[in-house]
């Protein structure tokens, strides 16, 4: 029997198919695969993050920030740089802490006619 997978996996996980006395089949991706993976993964992970809770939640987040830090690395940066510019970020900007939810912006009325 075969089970299909084609997504992209972490490091060790064929040597755990393995001891598991499975057969893995893999491949290594080239540059631009890799990059294709990665935005899948992201996408894979956000979906089970928004499907999960608690702790289990936390684990989700935990996998989604190892693919946020695989593609920092393939921008030649660092997970702790990405944070450095979050945190940059949230100095400028805020964050999210006081919940803010912008429904609409009203514009201010430029009355051209001089009146």
Known sequence: MERIYNKLVRDNIPDIITSNEETPVTRILNEDEYKKALEEKLVEEQEEVLSSSGSERCEELADMVE???????????????????ADEKKLKRGGFDDRIFLEKVVEKDNDDTGN
């Open 67 to 85: 693919v946020i830090r695989s593609m920092a690395k393939l921008e030649g940066m660092s997970l702790e740089e990405i944070v450095a510019i």
